[in-house]
């Protein structure tokens, strides 16, 4: 296959068959001063455009993502033994976009994002469920709105890694990277 993306969608695909979070991925992103964080997100999008994933805005990784506006993400697939790495710009996603992406969540889910203050100190447990309870009264015979803080990104990536575990530790490793052009252009690298 000559395009990283349509790779991506085939072991996306064959890992979605036999992992139980298939789309979760490593989010690695980091501060104005080069202060690296990853952490577990869920994919909810692939496409010629990028790779998608939602959050609340004011989190760690929301404030991270407004200083430095690039990550990385790192799939690994014990049951197919592979992983892809994806470097690239991060991009937000339309106000439409998120609006649909958020009507699709469980309701519960959509309360949670009224409720939580996601990364910062909480006070109690008790605080956080008076919250919840709020939001689940406020919003119970509605549809709940997307909270103004709540959005997605998509990772336009310029360069994907893809690697496969071969006998004797002789792994598979190709790289796409994107020219001057905008085309990607694949290198085999040593294991």
Known sequence: MS????????????????????DAVALATA?????????????????????????NLESRKGHELAENPYAALGFHWKSQKRQIRIEGKVIAVSDDEADQY????????????????????????????KEIAKYTLKYALKEVPRPPYWS???????????????????????????DEKGTWVMKELYP
């Open 31 to 55: 501060d104005s001063r080069g202060r690296p964080s990853v952490r577990m997100v869920l994919l909810k999008g692939a496409d010629e455009r990028g790779f998608t994933f939602y959050t």
């Open 3 to 22: 395009e990283p993306i349509e790779l991506f969608k085939d072991w996306y695909d064959k890992a979605q068959k036999s992992e139980d979070l298939g």
């Open 102 to 129: 958020f009507a699709t969540r469980p309701k519960d889910s959509q309360i949670g994002a009224w409720a939580s203050q996601q990364s910062r100190p909480m006070k109690s447990r008790f605080e956080f469920e």
């Open 152 to 178: 997605g990104f998509y990772i336009d990536p310029s360069r994907i890694e893809f690697w496969e575990d071969r006998q004797f530790r002789l792994h598979m490793r190709h790289v796409y990277e994107k």
